[in-house]
Structures are given as structure tokens and as C-alpha cells.
């Protein structure tokens, strides 16, 4: 973080110095949620929780270093005190990384959106690793996204950044307009609209509009503002009339201003095409997994050509840019040969089906393909058709063994077991425990595996099984 003395962060918080602070003492350090990750001159935020309140860990952030506290009722520690809970400390933290922000822009750092349904976070990640190649960056670690993750952010920014990438995400409409207020960028990237919250929003036209947000709090073309957006997703082709930024398309059609080529998949699951943008064109094997990744790549090399990068040197930036996020297509190969695909962080309809088609990528026609899925969460009334769908599609590209878990993902396997034709084993089981069971008695070598559901299922515990050559019991896996 740039520093600042404590009567200037409170001057910009709206907090009050207490207890025994001094207003002259600099916060130098990093800006942390977490006492254990405090550390000389850090400044500690104090949040209440479900379980614990952060106030009562500001004597042991004091005493890892920390200069001071920031929270909304009186410790005993060097304080900024915000009136009003926790809600009135989460706008001083947004208040704090606004001056931060607009000290890194001035001094010539680009702020860098991204959102989208799906995708975010490897977007994101991928950014990172390319313009990384141009100078200093600082992105969140995985979907550091919200309304508390963003400012942390934007708060690790210093003299030296050059750019700051930040995933935007949304659970209502005006979500991210008020967090384009925290790091207000310059470049804004819009990769899809689906239906993931579908049930918070109420319909795809609510989401395109709450996405819409990033391309609406763009500076104008004049001011160096750049929409970059989906040309295969007419939802987000439609927000070019929300902005007056200039805009640059990429997709897989020909009239995209960034594009793919001769797109084809290896036998790991990963995709070569040839890049096409400024007039250049280079070939790219991504490093990430997923055909589903090509969006994603052509997003990233559309604005690294706006730091100067052609064809040539974007590709060759993407191909060494591999998976940061955990359990986001994380792909890993056991001593038997057996493949597992671990994408367990989050699911939606459009992510379902694209890690879906990824295992029929990999596993091919020689190899024996399961999927274990839980359930998609937040899709309100279109819930039970959604998992009909996805259980059809599993079936129609020709899953071997399908393995749903918990109640609500059930109707997955009614929808497998109406294709006709279809030679696989559907089998339902309660949670993770009974997943691990269930693929400990059916896997052989070479086989794939992936799995993947929303985050309340917790079904990384069973990759990590799988991982461990499934030799614990059930019990132990929940």
C-alpha cells in the first residue's frame, strides 16, 4: 500500500482517531481482514462475522505489528473508528482504496474490470500473467470480488503498479456500479451473460443489465475509455449502446475485431487456434483447459493489444499462462493414469456444460469418462430444468458414469436417464462422502474423472479423494 499517516486515512475514512494512536504513525504495510495476516505497519480491519468478530482479534494484530485498527466499536489498540458497524467501515475501506486508486492512475496505472457470468476469475488470472509480461500487476487472488475483497485489492497497489486487474462480481443490480466507484477503470471487459443467479435477478435481462454497469462507468473514447465485448454473446454485443467508450469485439465469427481461427483440442483437453487482431496473426496452445478457455484467451488478447501488444507477442504470452485459481479445471494425472478434472469451485448451466464437454475432450473414445455433480445454486424457478438439461447433456455426449450428489441435484439424473440410447450409470448419493464411496468402487486406471458443483457442496473433498487413491473411508471424506 502507498502510505499514509493516520489523521490522513481518517480524514479520508470519515473515522475518528482513538485510544492510543498517534496521528503522525504511517500505516505502511498491507490493509488485512485477518489478524493472522497482519504484519508490520499493517492497518487491521475489524469486522463482525457469523461465527467470530474481528475486534476481538485486534490484540493480536497489534502485537504481529499492525500500526492500527479500523473498526466500528472501541478497543484497546491504536484506532480508526467508524460510526454506524460494520457497514460504515466496509464504505471507509471503499473510501480508503478510492485515494489509493486515484494515486496509482495519476501516477499511470491502468484499472483493468472484468465480469461475466462465468469465466472471471480465469480471465482474470490469465490478464494477470500477460500483462505481467509489461510490468507490475496486482490482481485479487481467487474471487476476491465483492464489496470487501475489492478495496484489499486495490489497497496492495503502490508506486511501482502498473496495473490493477479486478474481477467485479454482482447480486443485484447497482453491485457493480458501486464497485466501479471503488477503482473506477479504464478498460472494461464483459465475457458473457448466462444464468448463473438467475434466481437473485429474476431473468437474463436483470443480469445483462447489472453487467452492463462496467461498460456504463467507462471514461469516453475521448478520455481513453475501451468496452471490450463479446461479439458471440448478443447480450453482451448489446451493451456497446450502453457506453461511450470505444469498443473492441472478439469472438470466433469473422466481423469480431479479435479472433479465433481453426480452433481444435488436444487429447489433454486443451485448445490451439490461430489469433487474429490488428491485422497480425499468430498460432496459440493455451496452457489452460477447456475449449471454453478460447473466449476467455481472445478477451485477454484484446486488451493486451491496447498496451501495445500484436498478435505475435499475445500468443506467446497465453501460452504461458497457466491455472491460478484453485479448483477451477484443475487437471491432475495419478500413478495409474487415471485423469481428474477438479472444477468444483462454482457451477452454472453454461460452466456445467463446458466442463462437460472438456471430459468428453479428454477422455475421448478410449477412455472411461464419470462426472460427479452437485447442484447449481441460485437459479430460482428454472432450477430443476436446468439440471434436466445438464443431466441430458452428460448423457448425450456420452458419460460413462454420473454421479450426482445431494437432493437438489438429483433431477440431473432424471434427465440423463431420458436419452434414449444412452449406456451410462446414473447413480445418486447425499453429499461428498458418498461420492468418494461411489467412485472408490467403480474406477479403474486411465479413466477420468471431473468434478464439479456449486460451493455448498463442498465437492473438492472429493477430487482430493481421488487424489488420494480414494483409500480413506467414506466418513472421513465428509
Known amino acids: 500500500m502507498i502510505a499514509l499517516t493516520l489523521d490522513r486515512i481518517a480524514e479520508i475514512t470519515r473515522t475518528r482517531i482513538r485510544g492510543s494512536a498517534r496521528p503522525d504513525t504511517a500505516v505502511t504495510g498491507p490493509v488485512v481482514v485477518d489478524s493472522r495476516q497482519a504484519g508490520p505497519g499493517s492497518l487491521f480491519v475489524a469486522l463482525?462475522?457469523?461465527?467470530?468478530?474481528?475486534?476481538?482479534?485486534?490484540?493480536?494484530?497489534l502485537a504481529a505489528g499492525a500500526a492500527a485498527v479500523l473498526g466500528s466499536r472501541p478497543v484497546e489498540a491504536p484506532q480508526l473508528l467508524a460510526d454506524g458497524g460494520d457497514d460504515e467501515v466496509v464504505a471507509a475501506l471503499g473510501r480508503l482504496a478510492r485515494e489509493v486508486a486515484d494515486r496509482v492512475t495519476a501516477a499511470g496505472a491502468d484499472i483493468v474490470g472484468v465480469t461475466g457470468s462465468s469465466g472471471k476469475t480465469t480471465t482474470k488470472d490469465l490478464l494477470a500473467q500477460v500483462l505481467g509480461g509489461l510490468g507490475p500487476v496486482v490482481a485479487p487472488a481467487g474471487s476476491f470480488n465483492n464489496e470487501i475483497g475489492h478495496p484489499l485489492t486495490v489497497l496492495r497497489a503502490d508506486a511501482d503498479t502498473r496495473f490493477v486487474v479486478m474481477e467485479k462480481a454482482a447480486r443485484g443490480i447497482g453491485h457493480i456500479a458501486h464497485l466501479c466507484t471503488i477503482a473506477p477503470p479504464r478498460i472494461g471487459v464483459v465475457l458473457n451473460v448466462g444464468s448463473a443467479h438467475m434466481g437473485e435477478f429474476g431473468g437474463r435481462e436483470a443480469i445483462a443489465q447489472a453487467k452492463g454497469e462496467l461498460v456504463e462507468a467507462l471514461p469516453s473514447a475521448a478520455d481513453g475509455g475501451v468496452a471490450v465485448l463479446n461479439a458471440d454473446d448478443d447480450a453482451v454485443r448489446a451493451m456497446a449502446a450502453r457506453t461511450s467508450a470505444r469498443v473492441?469485439?472478439?469472438?470466433?465469427?469473422?466481423?469480431?475485431?479479435?479472433?479465433?481461427?481453426?480452433?481444435?483440442?488436444?487429447?489433454?483437453?486443451?485448445?490451439?487456434?490461430?489469433?487474429?487482431?490488428?491485422?497480425?496473426?499468430?498460432?496459440?496452445?493455451?496452457?489452460?483447459?477447456?475449449?471454453?478457455?478460447?473466449?476467455?484467451?481472445?478477451?485477454?488478447?484484446?486488451?493486451?493489444?491496447?498496451?501495445?501488444?500484436?498478435?505475435?507477442?499475445?500468443?506467446?504470452?497465453?501460452?504461458?499462462?497457466?491455472?491460478?485459481?484453485?479448483?477451477?479445471?484443475?487437471?491432475?494425472?495419478l500413478a495409474d493414469g487415471?485423469?481428474?478434472?477438479?472444477?468444483?469451485?462454482?457451477?452454472?448451466?453454461?460452466?456445467?456444460?463446458?466442463?462437460?464437454?472438456?471430459?468428453?475432450?479428454?477422455?475421448?473414445?478410449?477412455?472411461?469418462?464419470?462426472?460427479?455433480?452437485?447442484?447449481?445454486?441460485?437459479?430460482?424457478?428454472?432450477?430443476?430444468?436446468?439440471?434436466?438439461e445438464t443431466g441430458r447433456l452428460a448423457a448425450s455426449l456420452g458419460v460413462d458414469g454420473l454421479i450426482v450428489v445431494g437432493e437438489e441435484a438429483a433431477p440431473i439424473a432424471d434427465g440423463a436417464a431420458r436419452v434414449a440410447g444412452w449406456q451410462g450409470e446414473a447413480v445418486a448419493v447425499p453429499d461428498a462422502a458418498g461420492a468418494a464411496e461411489a467412485l472408490r468402487t467403480r474406477l479403474r486406471p486411465k479413466d477420468v474423472v471431473l468434478v464439479k458443483g456449486s460451493r455448498v457442496a463442498g465437492l473438492e473433498k472429493v477430487a482430493?479423494?481421488?487424489?488420494?487413491?480414494?483409500?480413506?473411508?467414506?466418513?472421513?471424506?465428509?
Not at 463482525?48 to 494484530?61: C, S
Not at 472478439?250 to 466481423?255: F, I, L, P, V
Not at 481444435?264 to 496452445?285: H, I, K
Open 48 to 61: 463482525g462475522g457469523e461465527r467470530t468478530d474481528g475486534h476481538d482479534f485486534a490484540g493480536a494484530a
Open 248 to 333: 473492441v469485439t472478439y469472438g470466433r465469427g469473422e466481423d469480431a475485431d479479435v479472433r479465433a481461427r481453426d480452433v481444435r483440442m488436444d487429447g489433454a483437453g486443451r485448445a490451439a487456434f490461430t489469433l487474429e487482431m490488428n491485422g497480425g496473426s499468430a498460432p496459440v496452445r493455451l496452457a489452460v483447459v477447456g475449449e471454453h478457455q478460447v473466449h476467455n484467451a481472445l478477451a485477454v488478447a484484446a486488451v493486451a493489444a491496447e498496451f501495445g501488444m500484436d498478435a505475435a507477442a499475445a500468443a506467446a504470452a497465453l501460452a504461458q499462462a497457466g491455472p491460478v485459481s484453485r479448483w477451477r479445471m484443475e487437471v491432475g494425472e
Open 338 to 388: 487415471t485423469t481428474v478434472v477438479n472444477d468444483a469451485y462454482n457451477a452454472n448451466p453454461e460452466s456445467m456444460a463446458a466442463a462437460l464437454r472438456t471430459l468428453g475432450a479428454i477422455a475421448g473414445d478410449r477412455r472411461r469418462s464419470f462426472a460427479v455433480l452437485g447442484a447449481m445454486a441460485e437459479l430460482g424457478g428454472k432450477a430443476r430444468e436446468a439440471h434436466e
Open 464 to 478: 482430493e479423494k481421488v487424489a488420494e487413491g480414494l483409500t480413506a473411508s467414506g466418513k472421513d471424506a465428509q
